[in-house]
Structure formats: structure tokens, C-alpha cells
């Protein structure tokens, strides 16, 4: 399908939404975005798998990234996308899955490439693949693994909902498996046994705030007292604490019990203070908030860039089946960071 670039982002958000792509299956909207960007001249693309890479080389003293992930959570019966007007402001909406999350966003970045061939910094559009599954398949991971020459830059921006209003920072997040092993036995003759799915029900589990069950699993057999339960958990905490601390704090909390850390990532800190970060928050106005969630900015600070949050969705709706994004957010964004990218 091809992707119309002059179109308004709000009609470009509507066309992209309108190609589903959930993770792992964003084949298509990745050769529209490849084929899209290669027709402008001022970029140089490159392809890795489902991540598109596009670049000014314009010889500038400073270098920004636009980030965004072009992949989904399932579709929920919300797709093709939808005009509606907000009931009470008569401001129309765009309603559809990955409308907020983060496809406006995606959109602002295309226009954005397409639309501002000489900007005063040089800018390196980044579009990948599977930021919506388990943290080892995640695109911008694997360029920065594979590719990291590609990710250089002074300050990233990442496109991922938030009201258009900059989010400094992320929480980390860390999954941990822990068991219970209890003794098997017969069901009929429960009381011989002891039920490992019992176990973490007692004393000495303590929930923390931003501590939570996520899974469990456990059983043998319809008449099997199990000796086994495994109780997933997910850990959210503030980026002050690196992961050592995190898996320190998890352990502690399940003392006596047998933890092992399965999946992670660290928190960022804002970095608002310095760089080309300033003339951002200059350039598109308004206070900046602490970020509560894990999002790609920590891959950012791990490769040494600070990055943010910043793009027209609405993060309480990601992922749910109502998921819409407001219209105008969409244009504002694009117009602000427009701004930034062409005034000195
Ligand atoms: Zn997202």
C-alpha cells in the first residue's frame, strides 16, 4: 500500500492505523514506510528486518532521533480506524487500535521526514518493529545491538503517547518467577501432600506498590496434590534504583523462596537539563512529568542519549479496545516539532 506523505498527519494517521500490524507481522507497514522514505532524496534508509532507519546528512553540529514503534497490540475488533466527534467538545477524535499507541506519533515522524528536507539539526527517523512483546525481540534493541552507528545522536525523542506533553524518564520493570514447592500426593488423600499452590497465599508475600502477580502456574493432574507453583511477578520501580538494586529489592521481598529474574529493563533519568534536550523543551512548550512505565527512552540512556516522551496520543488508552487519539493533538505535535526542527 502506498503511503501519501502530503496527506495531513491526522488523514496519514488514519491510512497507517487502516494497515494492521501487530507484533511480529508488521511486514507490510514497514515496506509502505520503507518505500515511502526512499522516494525522498534527502534521506539516506536502511532496512534491518522490520526497522526502517532514515537520515538527514546534512553536516550539522547536532543530531536528533524521532523514534517510534509501528507494531500493535491484537487487534480487538477496532479496526478500520473511525472519525468521531467528542460528545461534549465536538473536537474530533480518530478512533482505532494503535491509534494512540503510537501511530499518530509514527505519523508526525513521516511528515516530519518528509516535510522538513533541510532542518537545523540533523535528524534520524527511526521506525521498529515488536515493542509490544517480550523485551529480547524488540527492534530498537536489535539495531542498537546490530547497528548502533545508526542510533548516534545528541537527543532522542520518543514519539510514544503522552497528551503532547514531555515525559522525562521512565520507571524500569523486571519480571521474576517465583516457586513454591510443596509435596505431591494423591487428591483423595490430600492432607499426605502439600499444595505448592497453597504457598504463596501465606505470610511473608508482600505486595509492594508497583509489585505485582502477573501469572501463575501449576498443577499435574486433576487428582494430584501439586508439589510445584511457579507465581510470576512484575516489579515496576522509579529510575533512581538501577537493576541491581531492583533484583536486590525483589529477592528481599521473597525471601526464603526461590526467585530467578527472567526479563528486565532499567529505568531513565530525565536528562532534561542539558543539550539539545532545552531547546526541545523551549521549542514545544509546557511543563515536563515524570513518565510512569517502562518505554524505549531507557534503551536511549543506555546508548548514552537522553531521550524523552513526547507525541499526540493518549497513554491511558493504549492497548484498550476504545483506543482513539484526538485530532487536533496530532496536528499541534506536528507543527511544534516542526517548529523545533527548523528555527535555531
Ligand atoms: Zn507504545
Given at each position: ?6 496527506a495531513d498527519?491526522?488523514?496519514l494517521?488514519?491510512n497507517?492505523v487502516?494497515?494492521?500490524?501487530v507484533?511480529?507481522a508488521?511486514d507490510?507497514?514497514a515496506?509502505?514506510?520503507e ?5 525522498l532524496p534527502h ?6 528486518g522490520?526497522?526502517i532507519v532514515a537520515r538527514?546528512?546534512l553536516g550539522r ?18 479496526l478500520?480506524?473511525?472519525v468521531?466527534p467528542?460528545?461534549?467538545s465536538?473536537e474530533?477524535r480518530?478512533y482505532?487500535c ?6 499518530s506519533g509514527v505519523?508526525v515522524q513521516?511528515?516530519?521526514?518528509a ?6 539539526r540533523?535528524?534520524?527517523?527511526v521506525?521498529?518493529?515488536c515493542e509490544e512483546i517480550?523485551?529480547?525481540?524488540n ?5 542498537s545491538?546490530k ?7 545528541d537527543?532522542?525523542?520518543l514519539?510514544e503517547?503522552?497528551g503532547c506533553?514531555?515525559?522525562?524518564g ?13 509435596r505431591?500426593a494423591?487428591s483423595?488423600?490430600?492432607w499426605m501432600?502439600?499444595?505448592a ?7 511473608g508475600?508482600r505486595?509492594h506498590?508497583?509489585l ?6 501449576g498443577g ?6 501439586p508439589d510445584r507453583c511457579?507465581v510470576t511477578?512484575?516489579y515496576?520501580f522509579?529510575?533512581?534504583?538501577d537493576?541491581?538494586a531492583?533484583e536486590q529489592h525483589?529477592?528481599d521481598?521473597f525471601?526464603?523462596?526461590?526467585v530467578a529474574?527472567v ?8 536528562g ?6 532545552v531547546?526541545f523543551?523551549?521549542a514545544?512548550?509546557?511543563a515536563a512529568?515524570a513518565k510512569l512505565?517502562?518505554?524505549?527512552v ?5 546508548l548514552?542519549i537522553?531521550?524523552?516522551n513526547?507525541?499526540?496520543?493518549i497513554s ?11 485530532i487536533?493533538?496530532?496536528l499541534a505535535c506536528?507543527e ?8 535555531p
Amino acid at each position: 500500500m502506498e503511503l501519501d506523505l502530503s496527506a495531513d498527519a491526522a488523514a496519514l494517521t488514519a491510512n497507517i492505523v487502516d494497515v494492521p500490524s501487530v507484533s511480529g507481522a508488521e511486514d507490510q507497514l514497514a515496506g509502505s514506510i520503507e518505500a515511502a522514505l526512499r522516494a525522498l532524496p534527502h534521506l539516506s534508509v536502511h532496512r534491518e528486518g522490520n526497522c526502517i532507519v532514515a537520515r538527514t546528512d546534512l553536516g550539522r553540529a547536532q543530531r536528533v532521533v524521532l523514534a517510534g514503534h509501528i507494531d500493535t497490540v491484537p487487534v480487538a475488533g477496532n479496526l478500520p480506524s473511525r472519525v468521531q466527534p467528542d460528545p461534549a467538545s465536538g473536537e474530533d477524535r480518530l478512533y482505532g487500535c494503535g491509534t494512540s499507541d503510537m501511530k499518530s506519533g509514527v505519523a508526525v515522524q513521516l511528515r516530519l521526514a518528509a516535510g522538513v528536507p533541510e532542518p537545523v539539526r540533523d535528524v534520524t527517523y527511526v521506525f521498529y518493529d515488536c515493542e509490544e512483546i517480550e523485551a529480547e525481540r524488540n527492534g530498537l534493541g536489535r539495531l542498537s545491538r546490530k547497528s548502533p552507528e545508526l542510533l548516534g545522536g545528541d537527543f532522542a525523542v520518543l514519539m510514544e503517547p503522552s497528551g503532547c506533553e514531555i515525559e522525562g524518564g521512565c520507571q524500569g520493570t523486571m519480571r521474576a518467577e517465583v516457586t513454591a514447592t510443596g509435596r505431591r500426593a494423591h487428591s483423595a488423600r490430600s492432607w499426605m501432600g502439600r499444595n505448592a499452590i497453597h504457598e504463596p497465599a501465606v505470610d511473608g508475600l508482600r505486595y509492594h506498590e508497583g509489585l505485582n502477580a502477573v501469572g501463575i502456574t501449576g498443577g499435574v493432574a486433576g487428582n494430584v496434590i501439586p508439589d510445584r507453583c511457579v507465581v510470576t511477578v512484575n516489579y515496576r520501580f522509579a529510575p533512581d534504583r538501577d537493576v541491581a538494586a531492583a533484583e536486590q529489592h525483589v529477592r528481599d521481598v521473597f525471601d526464603g523462596w526461590d526467585v530467578a529474574i527472567v526479563d528486565f529493563a532499567p529505568g531513565a533519568r530525565p536528562g532534561l537539563d542539558q543539550g539539545p534536550a532545552v531547546s526541545f523543551a523551549t521549542a514545544v512548550g509546557g511543563a515536563a512529568r515524570a513518565k510512569l512505565g517502562w518505554t524505549d527512552v531507557a534503551r536511549f540512556a543506555e546508548l548514552g542519549i537522553p531521550a524523552v516522551n513526547y507525541g499526540p496520543g493518549i497513554s491511558e488508552l493504549a492497548h484498550t479496545q476504545d483506543e482513539y487519539v484526538e485530532i487536533p493533538k496530532i496536528l499541534a505535535c506536528e507543527e511544534r516539532m516542526r517548529g523545533w526542527l527548523t528555527s535555531p
